[in-house]
């Protein structure tokens, strides 16, 4: 889906949250984190759902899906598709080396904008891989594709205002990785959780 680009004139910026609920069995897994799982559970309060659940897609931050319906899927990010976004960009964005950090900026157009939303910048590995040793899936070989490191809040978009901030988001890579780091700007709703807008860049890490 990351790299087909399935949907004509649309640009789908993917991100991997890696929840840490079966780490229990026997395999933790490097790339997941507590507040992934607690961002979930938010998703579920949000959206009415009685359970979390994986794998589980979420698109634009309101409609949330099963990954084995393609169909369903498909139709889903055709109708994200068309619903209009608020202007977004990333003006700059450099890697720190030490202690390992982004630093850029952010711009976005509130013009029309009808709610107030909060700005998110995510660092998250272009790809990664995994060796599983138990568990459900003892013995498989995993390949994932943006997967989350960090989400920060870098400010609050104000209805019909524009934006523009400066951002410098710290992060820790689970194991040497050379592969590139993307950078995601995100326009969340406050309180609603709807993502009205986002941006992407790529960086050499």
Known sequence: MDSLQPVPGVQLIVLSEHVDYWNHDGWKDPYSSSSLTDRQSSYVHALGLKTPYTPQILVDGDMELRANDAQQVSEALQKAGTSPKVPIRITSAT???????????????????????????????????????????????????????????????????????????????????????????????????????????????
């Open 95 to 205: 890697v720190d080396a030490n202690p390992t950090a982004v630093r850029g900026h952010i711009e976005a157009d509130g013009s029309s904008t009808k709610h107030n939303a909060d700005v998110y910048a995510v660092i998250a590995l272009d790809h990664a891989e995994s060796q599983v040793s138990s568990g459900e899936n003892r013995g498989r070989h995993l390949t994932h594709v943006a997967v989350v490191l960090e989400i920060a809040k870098v400010g609050k978009l104000e209805k019909g205002k524009p934006f523009s901030r400066d951002f410098q988001v710290k992060y820790k890579l689970p194991q040497t990785n050379s592969t590139p780091i993307r950078v995601v700007a995100v326009i969340q709703e406050s309180g609603s959780g709807k993502v009205v807008g986002a941006a992407l860049q790529k960086l050499t890490n």
